[in-house]
Structure formats: structure tokens, C-alpha cells
């Protein structure tokens, strides 16, 4: 387009006049190909901030940004096609077990995964930590695997929907990231063009999430259902608490460790709750129904552990990471103990929590910082349970001698708490 074209859709938008499918489709071309500068793009972005898309407007976006490269062709693997999201949090993990869990009940899983920004770790930080294991799969690797064993996952390509990567680093340029129609266009073109016809999305809410109040998680959750809806995918909600660390473990390689001792079935508390409960309805979404009682099996039996090390091993992973916990290890480790009166514990602050985990050099403040995939905290209380003088709260992996203030994210109370729901909407 030339630039007089780029003016009039930038105005349109300003304006808040409803813009066709053609203008949005100019966007994502724009965005994909340069043929805007970085200004108009920027400038459309805040109009659309300030201006925010309807539904409809939303799914004639996502259709376009999807369209602006290649798309996975799934033709041949064994259906449902599926995808699973999260909206990231601190000692989020659930790819690693959800992947293989629903990979063992025959679905087909085929994934793009991110790195992490601020709090919130990506996968590929995570996989990263395993010796071997690759992430830079190309579109046709993806799929041959996934037709020899179910699943594929790597990290994000140009290829696949340009026009996000162009338009999600501008959005964190321009204090733009925050509109709920333009993370839904970011997050379902991106399952578009992975071929995914039904995607479960789990929104988290809470200190140690993007979205921290219930209102705005279950707003966004309803946008990427109907926008869903309306571009075609089956997608599936559930929104979660991240007020509190997901599991125990907060760090890249700790993380692993603790996703595989959840596939082997050695693991319990709200962590597998999730993946149990994530399993069992995205079954049920895709017409396969299964059991909780199913879905433990397959974790304590060993199919989903089966699973996993078929993937890892597709992926050049050094696989004796199942047997051994002795990699990827930090150099020191600090325990933090409770230094009051016994009570019960009223709040784990999971923002300061990834905080200190940013700290320790496990997370990035930008995308250009490089992490330890060694280091971070593991948190060994929850909500609601009795604490004593001198009980150990935190365990945390140093690369040296500096431990973060992580204590004052506890609170502790004389009367008995009844922990909150992991399950929120």
C-alpha cells in the first residue's frame, strides 16, 4: 500500500469508524511485509488502543495476521488438531505435562511456545534447560513428528503469522500491550497458522499474572472465545488463580524437574490438580471423553511418562534427564525459614515471587537479557497451611551468594485460612 493508504486506515481507526476486512488485512500485510513504516504501524496501534476493535473487526484481524505467512497443513494427522495457551504466570509449567498427558489419549498436539518476559517464563526457556533439546523444529519437522508421535513443539517462527512478531514488539514499544482485542488477534493467529482447529486457553489471574483482577481475566477470556468462534477455532476457556505460585518450583530447569516427577505420578498438589482438571475437559471439548480417573492413570501408570520421552527424544533431548535430577544445577541453595509465631499462611505473593526469580537472573526485564536456566525458588507452602518457628518456606537456587527478600511475600495469621479455588471461571 502506498502511504496515502496507510493515512486513510490510521484515521479510520482514530476516528472510530468500524474498518472493513480489507483495511485490517492492509494492517497485517503492512506489519508483514514493511510496506508501512514502523510510525504508521505504531500510530494505527495506538489509534486501536484508544479505539479499541469490536468482536468482529477482532476476527477479520486474527484471519489476516494468520494469513500473513505460511500455515501448518495438518492433512493426514489423526484429529482433533489441537493447541493449548496459557497467559503465562510464575511456575507455570502446564505445556510440559499437558502436552504428552493429552498426546497419550491420541490427540494431536502441534505447538509454537515463547520465551518469557518479566514474570512470567516461556516454555522455550524452560525446554532450553534440557541438554539437547531443540526448539527450532522447521513447519515440515513439526508435522512429520507430530505424525509419528502426536506432538511438536518449537519456538516462534517468522513464518508462521509475521504480522504478530512486527506487531507484538511495537505493542511493547508503545505502552499498547495491555488492549484485550489486540492480545486475542496475537494469541489465535498464532493457532491459526499452527493448524489447530480447537485450542484450550488457560487465562490466569492474579499478582503473579498479566491479567490481575477477575474482571479483566474473564473478559479476555470471553473475547477469545467469541473471536474464536467467529474465526473458525473451537476454543476453550478456563480462567486460574496466580495469586499464588503454580506448583513448587519457580525457574527454568527446576520447573522440568518438577513437570517430570508430575508425569512419572511422583508429584501432588495444584499443579497436577490443573493439568488433571485441563486433561479431563479438553477431552471432553474434542469429543474424547476420559475419566479423572483415567486421566491419573495415564500419570501414575506411566503412559503420560512414555509420552514425554518420546517427545524429548524426537527433539534431540538428552533423555536421562527422566532418571537423574543432577543437571542444570544452581551452585548454592538458601533455605528461608519462618521466623514468627506459628499461624496459618493467608498469602504467597507470586509477583514477588517471579520478582525474585527475575532477581537471581532466571527471567528477563527485556528481551535481549540472557537467563540462568539454573536458578530460581522453590516454594514449599501454600495457602491454608499451618506454619511453625523455624519451618522452611522457600528453598532458592543462587548462582552466588545473594538471596533475594523473598520472606515479606508471605503473610502469616493466628486464625485458620481456608485456601481460595485454583479455578476461577
Known amino acids: 500500500m502506498v502511504a496515502m493508504d496507510a493515512v486513510t486506515v490510521i484515521s479510520h481507526r482514530r476516528d472510530g469508524l468500524v474498518q472493513s476486512a480489507a483495511e485490517l488485512r492492509a494492517v497485517a500485510e503492512a506489519a508483514a511485509h514493511g510496506t508501512w513504516t514502523d510510525d504508521q504501524l505504531a500510530a494505527w496501534l495506538m489509534a486501536a488502543y484508544l479505539r479499541p476493535l469490536t468482536l468482529d473487526e477482532t476476527a477479520d484481524l486474527t484471519l489476516a495476521m494468520a494469513a500473513s505467512g505460511k500455515r501448518l497443513d495438518l492433512t493426514g494427522l489423526p484429529k482433533p488438531w489441537l493447541d493449548k495457551h496459557s497467559t503465562g504466570g510464575v511456575g507455570d509449567k502446564t505445556t510440559l505435562v499437558l502436552l504428552p498427558l493429552l498426546a497419550s489419549f491420541g490427540l494431536t498436539m ?15 526457556d524452560k525446554l532450553e534447560s534440557v541438554p539437547g533439546f531443540r526448539i527450532d523444529l522447521t513447519p515440515a519437522e513439526m508435522v512429520a513428528q ?22 507484538y514488539a511495537l505493542r511493547d ?9 489486540l492480545i486475542t488477534s496475537s494469541i489465535l493467529s498464532k493457532k491459526i497458522a499452527g493448524g489447530a482447529e480447537t485450542v484450550v486457553i488457560d487465562v490466569k489471574c492474579g499478582s503473579g499474572a498479566f491479567m490481575r483482577d477477575l474482571s ?15 474465526a473458525g477455532l473451537r476454543v476453550a476457556t478456563h480462567v486460574t488463580d496466580m495469586d499464588q505460585p503454580l506448583g513448587r518450583c519457580a525457574g527454568n530447569a527446576l520447573e522440568v524437574r518438577e513437570a517430570l516427577a508430575v508425569l512419572a505420578g511422583r508429584e501432588q498438589g495444584r499443579f497436577t490438580e490443573l493439568c488433571v482438571h485441563l486433561a479431563v475437559s479438553t477431552l471432553a471439548e474434542v469429543g474424547r471423553p476420559a475419566s479423572e480417573a483415567e486421566v491419573r492413570q495415564a500419570l501414575v501408570g506411566g503412559t503420560a511418562l512414555a509420552k514425554a520421552k518420546e517427545w524429548f527424544a524426537a527433539q534431540g533431548a538428552d533423555i536421562s534427564v527422566f532418571e537423574s535430577e543432577n543437571w542444570c544445577i544452581a551452585p548454592h541453595v538458601h533455605e528461608v525459614s519462618w521466623p514468627g509465631e506459628p499461624g496459618w499462611v493467608k498469602r504467597v505473593d507470586a ?28 516454594t514449599l507452602v501454600a495457602v491454608g497451611d499451618k506454619v511453625e518457628p523455624g519451618q522452611t518456606l522457600f528453598r532458592v537456587h543462587t548462582a552466588g551468594q545473594d538471596v533475594p527478600d523473598i520472606l515479606s511475600a508471605v503473610q502469616v495469621v493466628t486464625e485458620q485460612i481456608v485456601p481460595c479455588s485454583l479455578f476461577l471461571g
Open 146 to 167: 507430530a505424525s509419528r508421535i502426536g506432538l511438536a513443539l518449537t519456538g516462534q517462527t517468522p513464518r508462521l503469522a509475521p504480522a504478530d512478531g512486527k506487531l
Open 216 to 230: 479483566s481475566a474473564k473478559e479476555l477470556a470471553h473475547w477469545l472465545t467469541e473471536v474464536g468462534r467467529r
Open 173 to 181: 514499544v508503545t505502552a499498547t500491550v495491555g488492549s484485550i482485542p
Open 110 to 124: 502441534v505447538k509454537m511456545s515463547g520465551r518469557g518476559l518479566g514474570i512470567t517464563g516461556g516454555t522455550i
Open 351 to 378: 509477583g514477588q515471587v517471579g520478582h525474585a526469580v527475575v532477581h537471581l537472573g532466571g527471567g528477563r526485564e527485556k528481551k535481549t537479557d540472557t537467563i540462568d536456566p539454573s536458578v530460581g525458588v522453590e
